[in-house]
């Protein structure tokens, strides 16, 4: 795989094509970041950015993980002394999950976004942008109801964040795209450049296959988990034997949470995929790419119940070391 693809794989959006590929060009010295509001525990979201993370340490890039504290108290997310507490705890998980800590910056929010020079450039930014598209940018990510103030000021913020940590390429889940695209058109305000962006997918609720997987509602699969957790919530999965479900009977589309989670958390991080079988039943089944496996699915080769198995086994193999620190 090339650098450009191994950069750009599993991405649902890439801005530009053409910044990403003189990046993959010439990738040493090169800089790529991801922010998380701290939050009690690792989930399979955060699990997400981190593959994309890894596979930019790969291609050669150097990562940046912010622990974005102010931004978790601006969106209501405790005290500061709580979401510090809870920082620490993510960055030994995201070590324990597979960032190499040698190749991995990690740097607290605080320690940057109060200085003196920030928070001019901050007021400088928050006279160019008005508060509709600071509040249309946090559409996917404020919690609670209403808009408060802070949570105008948040988007801004992360925008200038790209700025203060000198990356290259910010990256983050679909659901920050509005934010970095109000970081594009809005930092060349303020003299700085436009900065490049990618975006990875959002997986489906597990148990339905519709809107999003997320913490705060419906079935997710975090670092807590036990074997047996991961083994229920997979069971329970939403998986047609089809690659392409039809919608809901209201016309709402469904994914397959099974498949994806296989195409972004499985095949990244295995070189292959065992979906043991009894020999009665056709025996073991070995894939080294996720397209044939969702075509077995998709013809029946492959029943779910296999393949919710498999599925259960591998996560639990890539969710053992985050959870052993937990438990520490
Ligand atoms: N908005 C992110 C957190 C965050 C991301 C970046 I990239 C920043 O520079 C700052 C904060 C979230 O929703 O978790």
Do not use: W
């Amino acid at each position: 795989m090339d650098a450009y693809d191994l950069i750009t794989r599993n991405a649902s959006e890439v801005v530009t094509e053409d910044e990403v590929r003189a990046l993959a060009d010439d990738p040493e010295g090169k800089r790529a970041y991801v922010g998380y509001e701290p939050s009690g525990v690792l989930h399979i979201g955060h699990m997400l950015t981190a593959n994309k993370l890894i596979d930019l340490q790969a291609a050669g890039f150097e990562v940046v993980v912010l622990l974005a504290d102010v931004h978790a108290y601006l969106n209501g997310k405790g005290t500061f002394e709580e979401i510090r507490q809870t920082a620490e705890r993510m960055k030994e998980q995201f070590i324990a999950y597979g960032l190499d800590e040698s190749q991995t910056e990690f740097v607290l929010g605080s320690e940057y976004q109060l200085d003196e020079s920030y928070v001019l450039d901050l007021h400088a930014l928050e006279l160019e942008t008005t508060l509709s598209r600071a509040e249309r940018a946090m559409a996917e990510i404020k919690s609670g109801e209403g808009v408060t103030v802070a949570q105008a000021v948040y988007p801004i913020m992360q925008a200038l964040d790209i700025v203060y940590l000198d990356v290259d390429l910010a990256i983050g889940g679909m659901e920050q795209r509005k934010v970095h695209m109000l970081a594009r058109d809005m930092l060349p305000s303020i003299g700085e450049e436009s900065p490049t962006c990618m975006h990875t997918p959002l997986i489906a609720d597990l148990g339905t296959g519709i809107g999003k997987m997320s913490s705060s509602a419906g079935v997710t699969i975090s670092m807590e988990d036990t074997t047996e957790d991961i083994e229920d919530k997979v069971n329970g999965a939403f998986c047609p034997p089809t690659a392409d479900p039809d919608p809901t009977d209201e016309g709402e589309e469904r994914e397959n949470p099974v498949l994806q989670i296989f195409e972004y958390h499985v095949f990244p991080r295995f070189e292959r995929v065992v979906v043991e079988r009894p020999e009665q039943y056709g025996g073991n089944l070995d894939y080294d790419d996720y397209e044939s496996l969702a075509a077995d699915l998709e013809s029946g080769e492959l029943h779910p119940a296999d393949a919710k198995g498999a599925l259960a086994d591998y996560l639990d193999e890539l969710i053992e070391p985050g959870r052993a620190k937990i438990a520490e």
